[in-house]
């Protein structure tokens, strides 16, 4: 059994045995058509290889033992030369659920969504009831934003499964995806908009960030005095920060607002009706108003809670566990977000993507020891990423002992050119290492990331220590733009930092 | 032990042949360091009453300053506790917010003498500066605290006097550490007074968790910064404050301590001010009564990486023995403790890593420190009082509140931590420490203190110990003290200095290990006017007191 990207299964489970079997061959061919079907039921699939490859020579019209020879790539985990070989099975049998199915499984496992799509949705067409191809589709939508879909068909197998975990998890990051979407369109149209301050301060209380929030709040009430559920907020808002009474005058403002004119607010009317699913809908238009994708992403988010809800009321499971860790370490909890990851693994032990996610919850905690650890014995267990590599180097590097940082560094960047973060690190590591004319480039490199100067201020120091005064003062320069830009900005967070009593 | 008698060194020539460079210059394998905690059995009961509230209000995680100072000159230095008060009061409401002066009465036995010195002080106290700024041969005592700072003048009696108002020092804003050096090279002591932040105890913002009800000390971010004060001293008992004079008043920072040397070898000291989550400062004395703050051109502002760090506790002394201060910071678990070497002419390189204090240090987090030979080996070592600043840390991030305190042993150049072999084992919210030989046995004993719980007294009992002197400066022409005189014995180079660590401070002379040495074939002073004095043929393992001039 094999696990999709999106979380469903993939079962592979029709080999085409007995074609020759039947036919007039040669005792050789069945004999050996037998010998394959024996190590692909003993799940030997790359020593079924060369003999289904030498029965697809001999009997080349045979699209079953192509598909077999598919098969056994795929199962072998060779999925660049299981597609030609599907794709060979697919223009003589074009609706061959297993061949669509695996041919989307095998774009997946090479992260390629994106064209894993049409062969699956085909599969689903084929066959409506089939959990794997739609389960596999639904996360190659996610994988290529299209949240709708996704949880169009998570909604589906929600429907028929609903003691699956990996469903209702997938449902409620689709709905969430979906809401952020909106979000960032909203801002994208009208970032002055008084429905993404209300947005905005949403995801302020999810940070538990209520003094920001409570400005955002307060913004939008300025436009948008008769906003349904603003005043509500505000009164939660002032409720967690312990003003009791004056979040009592904020609801009683709230249940005073005329309701809402359901020919002009659709949206709002089906949100305050509990209508989420239409709600969640966005009218069709070529651009969606402000207020329309304001109430998508309400509408989202609730669904996204009811999936998760329904998440939470099954046992404990890897999902459950995935999701308060990513909610932990949004809300800045790393050390919450290292013990979910750890529970998920005692559940699913050994899992890379898991494993993964442990050490880089490890990292964001500061435990560079424990990341380091974590992330050199996944290393040694599964297929190296840059990721894994970059934890190890940069913890390495953090705990100043950056000559064996960087191997690790240097991994990163060959399998990702664009992980920025490993030139800041390795580059970082080389000065420390007295090497500097070598650091330069990749302190060069990573200026993209500097949002608080310190990149700058490394890469002056580079260039002071090799001569470059004018670079050196260019550099220096800059270091200092940035920190009084961040101090203005600091300036205008803290004249929003204030909580005040309802007007 | 008592110090040997006055003794005024002649500059007769010596036989001992002993060659000049050899102390602190071989990278030998250093000597055990080793101690032993006795400030129960020493009579000292002292607990740092920080007054921690539900409201977290960042003064109570900040204070604990120590002064080691022979108060009443009968050559045994005693201790200084500065401490907490009621809050919001701010109010010493009751005797155990006394600050606490004990009397060093010989034998590792103290006594509380606070009330009949008169020093128990008022006000939410946080650092201590003694140092004799009257030149009168007493040293005297400042105790910087939460908007309010009190100057006790020794009166010789065994008594102090709060000429605060008298010597025309403010209080009023949030004043951690202090010092005292001779910034104008007049003879008279200056203050330098360091202020962390705005804060009063209406500050209510809520940091932490609340649905979870988990609140903590809020963010240095949150807390806008103040500048030093500078006060000269006009010599007849008062000051006059010549911050915006000197240049200093548009230097706003979050500032936690402060060292004083020369770093350019200008003849003039200079001032390093850490900052917590801030760049630290470094102000170059330009000799004409004002500085210029230099750090970042310097290189001692930030670490190699560019990133602010919480800057605690600071020494500004000569780790490498190239005769050029260095800067070695206190700061927290995972920022390291870093360490500049001066590599001359005005610039500093990051040398956290090269002398591995970096992974030595990486998991701690540090307030008071001490750069001192404690094994005598002629390699400066380093005590570090340890704790997290947040006690709800653990909630939130792979650190430890309570620590042990540290020390790393300086091994030629490179530090090694040792704590575990030397017998620093108690695990508390360490702050300030201040460094003196309280038995005169020539090692190098520490006081540090703790949130909460009792101060401890580290005797130095390493077994192996090298030989020593101790030099205990008498300035004529320049501060009584001394303060300022940088003194050089071979390789290793000293500045006499009362400031130390975290706001604390140690009056105690100024103390060098030998290693084998017994007899110190040429001891240099300069003597902060510029006057060189020189002496030979020193015999090691004394307590020796050098008059200027003479």
């Known amino acids: 059994m094999r696990q999709g990207r999106g979380g469903a299964v993939i079962l592979p ?153 990996r469903l209702w998890y997938g449902l409620g990051m689709s709905y969430q995806s979906i809401a952020t979407s909106a979000l960032d369109r ?17 995801t302020r209380v999810q940070r538990r960030q209520y003094r920001s929030a409570f400005f955002f709040y307060r913004e939008t009430l300025k436009q948008l005095p008769n906003l349904h559920g603003i005043h509500a907020a505000l009164a939660d808002v002032y409720r967690k920060t312990g003003h009791v009474d004056w979040a009592e005058e904020e609801e009683a403002k709230e249940r005073a607002l005329p309701p809402a004119d359901c020919r002009a607010h659709a949206a709002e009317c089906q949100f305050l009706a509990g209508k989420d699913l239409d709600a969640a809908k966005l009218p069709r238009t070529a651009k969606p108003s402000p207020e329309a994708l304001f109430w998508q992403a309400k509408a989202a988010n609730e669904l996204a809670f009811q999936a998760f809800f329904r998440l939470g009321q099954l046992p404990a499971s890897v999902e459950l566990h995935r999701l308060r860790a990513e909610i932990a370490r949004y809300q800045n909890q790393p050390l919450e977000s290292v013990k979910e990851w750890r529970a998920a693994l005692a559940i699913r032990p050994n899992d890379p993507q898991l494993e993964q996610e442990l050490a880089a919850a490890l990292f964001m905690a500061g435990d560079y020891r424990a990341a380091l650890d974590q992330a050199t014995a996944t290393l040694q267990a599964a297929r190296p990423t840059a990721e894994l590599n970059f934890v190890a180097g940069d913890s390495l590097v953090r705990l100043e002992e950056p000559e064996k940082g960087m191997p690790y560094l240097r991994a990163a960047l060959a399998a990702d050119p664009k992980l920025l973060a490993a030139d800041a690190s390795l580059g970082l590591a080389l000065s420390r290492l007295g090497k500097t004319s070598e650091a330069i480039p990749h302190l060069e490199k990573a200026l993209a990331l500097d949002d608080d100067g310190s990149l700058h201020y490394q890469l002056a120091r580079a260039y002071q220590a090799t001569g470059s005064q004018e670079k050196a003062r260019t550099a220096m320069a800059a270091y200092q733009e940035i920190l009084k830009k961040n101090q203005e900005l600091k300036e205008e967070v803290a004249r929003e930092a204030q909580i005040e009593p309802p007007k | 032990m008592k110090p040997p008698a006055y003794f005024v060194a002649c500059a007769a020539v010596t036989l001992a042949l002993l060659a000049a460079g050899i102390v602190g210059n071989a990278a030998a394998p250093a000597s055990a360091i080793r101690f032993r905690e006795i400030a129960a059995q020493a009579g000292i009961s002292f607990v740092l ?106 009166l010789g009696n065994g008594r102090f006097e709060d000429v605060t108002a008298k010597a025309g020092i403010r209080s009023g804003e949030w004043a951690v550490a202090a010092g005292w050096f001779d910034y104008d090279r007049d003879g008279n002591l200056d203050l330098w007074v360091v202020h962390y932040a705005k804060w009063s105890p209406s500050f209510d913002r809520y940091c932490g968790d609340a649905t979870r009800g ?13 500048a030093s004060t500078l006060y000269r001293n006009r010599g007849d008992g008062t000051f006059e404050d010549v911050t915006a004079r000197a240049g200093l008043a548009r230097y706003v920072g979050r500032g936690m301590s402060l060292g004083f040397a020369d770093y ?61 201060p260095d800067i070695v910071v206190t700061a927290l678990a995972g920022e390291t403790f870093p360490v500049f070497r001066n590599r001359g002419k005005g610039s500093f390189v990051d040398a956290t890593y090269a002398s591995r204090m970096g992974p030595a240090s990486v998991k701690h987090s540090g307030w008071g420190l001490g750069l001192f030979d404690f094994n005598n080996d002629g ?85 192996e110990a090298g030989h020593w002197i101790v030099l205990r400066l008498q300035g004529v022409k320049d501060n009584r003290d001394g303060i300022g005189a940088r003194i050089r014995i071979g390789s290793q180079v000293n500045e006499m200095t009362t400031t130390v660590g975290y706001a604390s401070s140690a009056d105690s002379g100024v103390h060098f290990g030998l290693g084998k040495l017994t007899t110190i074939p040429k001891i240099e002073i300069r003597w902060p006017g510029g006057a060189v004095q020189t002496l030979t043929g020193v015999a090691a393992d004394q307590v020796l007191t050098v008059k200027q001039g003479k």
């Not at chain 1, 994208?188 to 947005?199: N, R, V």
């Not at chain 2, 701010?90 to 590792?108: A, I, M, Q």
């Not at chain 2, 988990?214 to 103040?226: A, D, N, Q, S, T």
């Open chain 2, 264 to 324: 350019d070898q200008d003849g003039y000291p200079d001032v390093f001010v850490t900052n917590d989550n801030m760049p630290n400062f470094l102000f170059h004395n330009k000799g004409d009564g004002t500085f210029e703050e230099v750090a970042l051109a310097a290189g001692t502002s930030l670490r190699d990486d560019g990133k602010p760090i919480s800057s605690m506790g600071t020494e500004f002394k000569d780790y490498d023995n190239d005769g050029l």
């Open chain 2, 49 to 154: 009453e920080n007054h921690p509230t539900p409201e977290k209000h960042l003064i109570e995680t900040i204070p604990g300053g120590v002064a080691v100072l022979d108060y009443d000159g009968d050559g045994r230095p005693d201790i200084y506790f500065a401490n907490g008060a009621d809050i919001p009061s701010l109010e010493k409401s009751s005797p155990k917010y006394w600050n606490r002066l004990y009397r060093n009465e010989g034998n590792w036995k103290f006594r509380d003498v606070t009330e009949e010195a008169g020093v128990a002080g008022a006000g939410y106290s946080m650092g201590v500066a003694a140092a004799d700024y009257d030149n009168d041969g007493r040293p005297d005592l400042f105790v910087a605290g939460v908007n309010r700072n009190t100057l006790y003048h020794n």
């Open chain 1, 13 to 165: 489970t029709l080999f085409f045995f007995g074609l020759i079997a039947g036919r007039a061959q040669s005792g050789d061919l069945a004999q050996k058509s037998e010998q394959a079907r024996q190590l692909m039921a003993a799940g030997k699939f790359e020593a079924a290889i060369p003999i289904y490859k030498e029965l697809v020579k001999a009997l080349p019209q045979e699209t079953g033992l192509l598909l077999d020879l598919a098969m056994a790539q795929h199962m072998a985990g060779h999925e660049a030369e299981s597609i030609p070989n599907f794709e060979a099975v697919l223009k003589v049998q074009p609706s061959a659920v297993p061949a669509l199915i695996s041919l989307g499984a095998a774009r997946v496992a090479l992260g390629q969504p994106q064209q894993a799509i049409a062969p699956l949705e085909k599969a689903v067409a084929a066959d409506p009831a089939n959990r794997d191809a739609r389960g596999m589709l639904a996360g190659a939508c996610m994988e290529t934003g299209r949240f709708e879909q996704a949880a169009e068909h998570y909604r589906k197998l929600t429907s028929t499964t609903p003691d699956d975990a």
């Open chain 2, 214 to 226: 988990v609140r903590i000390y809020c963010h240095p971010k949150y807390f806008e910064g103040l």
């Open chain 1, 186 to 202: 909203l801002q994208q149209s009208d970032s002055q908009s008084p429905y993404l301050a209300a947005l905005v301060a949403g």
């Open chain 2, 379 to 463: 390699w400066k070592d380093l005590f570090t009082a340890n704790s997290h600043v947040n006690d709800r840390v653990e909630a939130f991030e792979a650190a430890t509140y309570r620590e042990a305190n540290a020390v790393f042993a300086n091994e030629g150049g490179t530090f090694r931590d040792v704590s575990a072999e030397a017998g620093l084992a108690a695990v508390k919210a360490h702050r300030g420490a201040a460094f003196a030989d309280f038995d005169g046995d020539g090692r190098i004993d520490a006081v540090v203190s703790a949130l909460g719980e009792p101060a401890e007294l580290w005797q130095n009992v390493s077994p």
